[in-house]
Nanobody, 118 residues
Framework: QVQLVESGGGLVHPGGFLRLSCAVS????????MGWFRQAPGKEREFVAA???????LCADSVKGRFTVSRDNAKSTVYLQMNSLKPEDTAVYFC????????????WGQGTQVTVSS
């Protein structure tokens, strides 16, 4: 069964940075589209960024220019580099995997808390 485990969250001051990691167990990591989502208290889950198996990337407008997604297939790990963090970035961040030809992300991690505060 595919498992995803996020790490790297924590407390950071506005303007600071964090790098989140998502370690993926399973046989087909190289074929997955890997996405990052976040959910703030009282709000719906929202898309943050993603990278396809071929290396194409997508970022939400709210984080474009500040966040960067990357992946290391040898380590079966996807990363989210978050720079210039703002209080509104505070949320639980989730890593997710989507198999080829599917619309929905099927596999999700437990999430890691990111808090941006003075």
């Amino acid at each position: 069964q595919v498992q995803l485990v996020e790490s790297g969250g924590g407390l950071v001051h506005p303007g600071g940075f964090l790098r989140l990691s998502c370690a993926v167990s399973g046989r087909s990591f190289n074929n997955y589209r890997m996405g990052w989502f976040r959910q703030a208290p009282g709000k719906e889950r929202e898309f943050v960024a993603a990278m396809t198996s071929s290396g194409s990337t997508l970022c939400a407008d709210s984080v474009k220019g500040r966040f960067t997604v990357s992946r290391d297939n040898a380590k079966s790990t996807v990363y989210l580099q978050m720079n210039s963090l703002k209080p509104e970035d505070t949320a639980v961040y989730f890593c997710a995997a989507r198999v080829p030809l599917r619309i929905n992300y099927e596999y999700w991690g437990q999430g890691t808390q990111v808090t941006v505060s003075s």
